[in-house]
């Protein structure tokens, strides 16, 4: 997942190092064109939107869903993902692992304090990236959780009213789906609770922010079809907005609003990650998937009409 980002920030921001050219991929003048790497994607997508607002991945906000101990933030870290402490709340980097077990939230702080602890006390405060900006931990249970907690943790002093700046470009998934997709339980709309999964994610992400999930349960066609789609909905008018989450563009706005445009949140794929392969039986696969989706935004005319990009 690291060495996929890593090589997936450089390229599409123009920092690989990388020589020779793909004439593919549409770069902006002021960058220079790089071999495309062997981990992404043929033909390459657009470049992504959370890229064309934050170049440097020091200045992404990061959120790690299921966290477990902590042990992918610490990666992230190392390679310099969410790591600017610029006052700046726009510019300001973070690193924020949540899980529903408080005993994995204890054990990722005792790892964190025991890896940290000796490099705190040594060097210039703008040379150690732990330093700089902690990686935080909260137990918080992404299936009744409430999101806007997330959005202020300890180390934002920002005191914008603005949820959509404080949103996250980055949410990362490890098998955190595997295991709620196993689950019989029920929400209050009375679907199994996987199938709310998807519009939970989309309201974590910031517009054009990425999520990157893993699985070891589902094929890629499988987990395309979970999370691609329309997942939240919301009726904008010059003095209203109601919002209604959804897995499908089915909601229907309210009779003094049905000609108001609405907001519509998507979830669509557009990159995956190669791992080794086997065949078997004519048919070749992967034992583990990962798929990586970009969050967009269109506007629908009126309750029936057509629609548009609007990012």
């Known amino acids: 997942m690291v060495s996929f980002l890593d090589e997936f920030w450089d390229y599409y921001s123009g920092s690989s190092s990388s020589s020779g050219s793909d004439p ?19 033909p390459l997508p657009p470049k ?54 408080a005993e994995s939230i204890r054990l990722a702080e ?14 210039p405060d ?6 700089r900006n902690k990686i935080e931990f909260k137990e918080w249970d992404i299936l009744r959780g409430d999101p806007s907690s997330l959005f202020s943790f300890p180390s934002d002093s920002s005191s914008s009213s603005d949820i959509s700046q404080k949103k ?8 955190t789906f595997d295991a709620i997709s196993l689950s019989g339980d029920t ?8 199938e709310g999964y998807a519009a939970r994610v989309a309201d974590l992400l910031a517009e054009g922010g990425i999520f990157l999930v893993t699985s070891c349960n589902w094929t890629e066609v499988e987990l395309q079809a979970w999370f691609e789609g329309t997942t939240t909905t919301s009726t904008v008018s010059p003095t209203t907005t109601s919002t209604t989450t ?3 563009a089915t909601a229907t706005a309210p009779d003094d609003v049905k000609e108001k445009k609405r907001r519509v949140e998507k979830l669509r794929k557009i990159a995956r990650i190669d791992y080794p392969s086997f065949s078997f039986g004519g048919v070749k696969g992967q034992t583990i998937s990962s798929l990586c989706f970009q969050k967009v935004v269109e506007e629908v005319e009126g309750q029936e009409g057509g629609d548009h990009s609007v990012v």
């Open 110 to 123: 005792a790892v964190a304090s025991s890896r940290f602890s000796s490099s705190l006390d040594t060097g």
């Open 168 to 175: 996250f470009d980055l949410v990362l998934d490890k098998g």
């Open 24 to 42: 593919s991929f549409p770069l902006s003048e002021q960058q220079t064109q790089t071999q495309t790497p062997k981990t992404l994607p043929s």
């Open 187 to 194: 929400d209050s709309l009375g679907r199994r609770v996987s």
């Open 246 to 248: 959804t897995a499908t």
């Open 48 to 101: 992504p939107i959370i890229i064309k607002k934050k170049k440097n991945k020091q200045d992404l906000k990061i959120l790690d869903l299921g966290t477990g101990n902590g042990s992918l933030l610490f990666s992230l870290s190392e390679s310099g993902f969410g790591t600017n402490p610029d006052p700046d709340p726009e510019k300001r980097g973070s690193l924020l692992g949540v899980d529903y077990s």
């Open 126 to 131: 703008n040379t150690n990236p732990q330093k």
